[in-house]
């Protein structure tokens, strides 16, 4: 019969693993000194948006992680360690956490692990910069819009100008005498 403690850390690995098959991708930060109410606000608004923080063992979380990233992403797991795995978008958990980071000087980006590529500290700063996916598609509907609107702009000018030609006409005729 197994120990509480390992069945623990078997079904922590084996979330971490399956997160990671989900996703593909996840971020690492440090919350020693955070509150447990802090903690929860972060959660709370990484769940906003599609994001779940795992905070794990590190012994376990570098089992669950040693085929991904070799050296350098196990030299991230250490001391206290949160995982935030993010279902689509790396942008909007990766404002959530920078902002957070700013609000809290004890919450520190470590690093992370998109696609296949191991992430920095300077990389999330630079994703956290990003416009988020909706102000992309927004971004890109204006560029769309905007040749449009200038077109039916030039046409209504063409016919403001005829109709104003029209009516200086009509205004000469009624002032001419007979």
């Known amino acids: 019969m197994k120990k509480v403690s390992l069945i623990i850390k078997e079904v922590s690995e084996n979330r971490i693993r399956e997160s990671i098959k989900q996703s593909g991708s996840f971020l690492i930060v ?3 000194g955070v509150s447990s109410p802090d903690m929860s606000n972060l959660r709370i608004a990484l769940r906003a948006v599609d994001a779940d923080m795992f905070v794990v063992k590190n012994t376990t979380a570098r089992r669950a992680v040693k085929d991904l990233g070799g050296e350098e992403l196990l030299k991230l797991i250490d001391g206290p360690c949160g995982f935030v795995f993010f279902k689509d978008e790396p942008v909007a958990a990766s404002k959530v956490l ?4 700013k609000d809290h000087d004890k919450l520190k980006l470590e690093g992370g692990f998109l696609k296949d590529k191991i992430l920095g500290i300077k990389d999330i700063e630079k994703m956290a910069k990003l416009p988020t996916r909706e102000q992309l598609r927004g971004q ?3 560029a769309l819009k ?6 039916v702009g030039v046409l209504k000018g063409n016919l403001r100008k005829l109709v104003w030609c029209m009516v200086e006409i009509k ?3 009624d002032n001419k005498p007979a």
């Not at 905007?146 to 077109?151: E, H, L, Q």
């Open 30 to 32: 440090k919350y020693s």
């Open 98 to 101: 920078y902002g957070f980071a």
């Open 140 to 142: 890109a509907v204006m």
């Open 146 to 151: 905007s040749p449009i609107f200038g077109i």
């Open 171 to 173: 205004n000469k005729k």
